[in-house]
């Protein structure tokens, strides 16, 4: 149970259905929150911000590994559903931007019109378009000739197929 748990959240290679993504997905974005709330109080605070309002080292970690954890699950989903690769490097890209940027210091105020913002959420709909098919393509046929399933092949196991 507990490898599975580690290679649904940790694991780029595999598949999941629709249902898996969405709980995981959710659990990504409840501990995401959660965390960040509970690593950036006081009782974290580090007096050797570089920048005011950035977020802790620890909050940064946290977000971090949920980011990872929201892109691991978002790209086997787009594995199950037979959607070209670079939807998931996409999301990867735009995830990590993100995360790395408010790390350090930016996208703090992501409603205050500014250029700032703006590349936020031009990185934030640049994702969009990876939730979108997660969340509505059905999943494909299980196909030997498929990019992916060679892939993984190649690399020595077909890896977790969590499907329900």
Not at 14 to 41: C, E, H, K, P, Y
Not at 98 to 107: A, D, H, T, Y
């Amino acid at each position: 149970m507990t490898t599975n748990v580690i290679d649904l959240f940790l694991s780029l290679k595999g598949r999941i259905d629709r249902q898996v993504w969405w709980i995981g997905m959710l659990a990504a974005f409840v501990a995401t929150m959660v965390g960040i709330g509970l690593f950036n109080r006081d009782s974290f605070d580090e007096s050797a911000n570089a920048v005011s309002g950035a977020p802790t080292m620890a909050a940064f970690i946290w977000a971090a590994l949920c980011g990872y954890a929201a892109t691991s699950l978002t790209v086997k989903r787009l594995n199950d559903a037979a959607c070209p690769r670079w939807l998931g490097q996409l999301f990867a890209l735009a995830g990590a931007t993100i995360v790395i940027g408010w790390g350090l210091g930016f996208f703090l105020h992501p409603f205050v019109l500014n250029g700032e913002s703006a590349l936020f959420w031009v990185l934030a709909l640049s994702a969009v378009p990876a939730l979108i098919e997660s969340a509505a393509r059905p999943s494909a046929p299980d196909d030997p000739n498929r990019q992916t399933d060679q892939l993984d092949r190649a690399q020595g196991a077909p890896g977790p197929d969590i499907r329900s």
